[in-house]
Nanobody, 119 residues
């Protein structure tokens, strides 16, 4: 079983470039994929970005070109660097992962970290 804990959220000025982190702990035999999702107020949860253990990445249209996702396999830490944030980026950001234990694949979610973009 894996526990995910996000950090790095808070109040950000428009145009700011915060860096979010997600620390994974527990028994991890291997990582399939990890990703970031966000849920703006009054809107459904949406994909921000995901990354495979081998380093392949994909991004949601809303952040493509101004965000970078990375995975430190040695430290089991997922990061998201966002550039030039806008008020519409305000959301709760969730860390997600798909992992393999010794017998099966399973999913884990973090509790989320709030990012508020406001002047």
């Amino acid at each position: 079983q894996v526990q995910l804990v996000e950090s790095g959220g808070g109040l950000v000025q428009p145009g700011g470039s915060p860096r979010l982190s997600c620390a994974a702990s527990g028994t991890i035999f291997s990582i399939n994929t990890m990703g970031w999702y966000r849920q703006p107020p009054g809107k459904p949860r949406e994909l921000v970005a995901f990354i495979t253990e081998s380093g392949l990445t994909d991004y949601g249209d809303s952040v493509k070109g101004r965000s970078t996702i990375s995975l430190d396999n040695a430290q089991n830490t997922l990061s998201l660097h966002m550039n030039n944030l806008k008020p519409e980026d305000t959301a709760t950001y969730y860390c997600n992962g798909h992992f393999y234990d010794d017998t099966m694949k399973y999913e884990a979610w973090g509790q989320g970290t709030q990012v508020t973009v406001s002047s």
